[in-house]
């Protein structure tokens, strides 16, 4: 049962290009979730979505991020005129349920850095 | 904002001694949650404790969960060099919508010696 799988690991943009980040939760898993980590900080809840569903987009900046996690497909975290302060690391996690009893699973990163 | 706040932020011990970190959470939680960061890596899941306990141990691992003070702390004994890395807690809300959207603290960077 292979884990969360993130793609790219690393992905490098200029100032105003589109960062795309994908994330294929565990087999069996419908929950999904977003962070962000900032260096030297903890992560930051950015957006919760089930299939075909926004949950909870609380933690997500209101301009230039969207996210979706289609039918079929990975859930996919999509950056517009990306600036350089939207260079961290952003994992994903999946959760077969999504009380917040439950463990969360999360993916290696996609670290984005903004030249 | 943030739910979790950690202390030490940062930590340095000699292999075999015990480490112990703690965390301190602002809001109600349905439980309390410990991950593993190594290095450029993603999060590993380590120990969970619920609310209604007190004390839970994996391993070499003890944390123990205080909800009137709104605080808990890991304790790893006997630590190794494979310990170092960076440990978080996360709290998992009951609040209203509980979406299961965990809250992080900071961290603690813990390095042990060889």
Redesign the interface.
Known sequence: NAG?M?NPRHLVRRRGQEARLRCSPMKGHS?V?W?RQLPE?????MV?LQKENI??ES?MPKERFSAEFPKEGPSILRIQQVVRGDSAAY?C?S?P?????????????T?LSVL | S?Q?EEDPQALSIQEGENATMNCSYKTS???L?W?RQNS??????LI?I?SNEREKHSGRLRVTLDTSKKSSSLLITASRAADTASY?C?G???GS???????????TTLQVKP
Do not use: C, M, W
């Open positions: 969360v993130q929950h979730y962070y900080e903890g992560l930051k809840f919760y949950i909870d933690g994992f996690a959760s349920v999504p009380v917040a009893k439950n463990i969360q699973y999360f993916g290696a990163g670290r | 943030q979790g939680i349905n439980n949650q991950y450029g890596r993603g999060l590993v899941h969970l619920r978080f996360a998992g809300s009951n919508g509980n979406t299961g959207k965990l809250i992080f603290g900071q961290g």
